[in-house]
């Protein structure tokens, strides 16, 4: 009897190709889904989407095939029940996400993260939640170099209207003088 290959079905196929997409993010978070109804797993995706996000619910190994060969597969210990995965660009902002959407409605289970390659587990996303978001660092960044040029230009302003009262008060004594 001739020993046939099993063919993965072409959904699945798909599925592990975009899934590859997916996992291309700067920033993943693994939550567990479980106790959301249609109805808030709805929300959650629009206010992830509104943080330059995304929420997708995997098979756990659908995402293990999409992850071979990457740094991903190393999340493969936090697969264990119901998964969704958060995909974001701005990891920051997706844990903001998902704190403010545990505070409103109902709590999201986060089992572990990764973000530019490095492992994250499941505390140390939460704190994620806690670092400005990075519009905030930027305006940081701007005001650090603008409070000394700003000073600066304050010193200079105060020097020339010294010099300018100097000028003025010799111009009135020759003039009393005269």
């Known amino acids: ?3 046939v290959e099993k063919q993965p079905r072409p959904d699945k196929v798909q599925e592990v190709a975009e899934l590859k997409e997916v996992i291309a993010s700067s920033g993943l978070i693994l939550t567990d889904y479980q106790g959301l109804d249609v109805k808030s797993l709805s929300g959650l995706r629009r206010k992830l989407r509104e943080a330059g996000g995304g929420y997708r619910i995997v098979k756990n190994n659908l995402l293990i095939l999409a ?3 990457t740094e ?11 998964t969704a995965i958060v995909y974001t660009d701005d990891p920051v902002a997706a844990a903001k996400a998902l704190a403010a959407y545990g505070k409103e409605v109902k709590p999201v289970k986060i ?9 994250y587990s499941a505390e140390q996303v939460a704190e994620l939640a806690k670092v400005p978001g990075k519009m905030e660092l930027y305006a940081m960044v701007v005001g650090g170099l603008q409070s000394p040029i700003s000073g600066l230009v304050g010193t200079l302003q105060q020097m020339i209207g010294q010099l300018v009262f100097t000028l003025q008060g010799v111009a009135e004594k020759k003039e009393a003088a005269a």
């Open 72 to 82: 991903v597969l190393s999340l493969k210990e936090g697969l264990a029940g119901p």
């Open 1 to 3: 009897m001739p020993i």
């Open 67 to 69: 992850a071979q060969g």
């Open 111 to 119: 089992k572990s993260g990764m973000v530019d390659g490095q492992l």
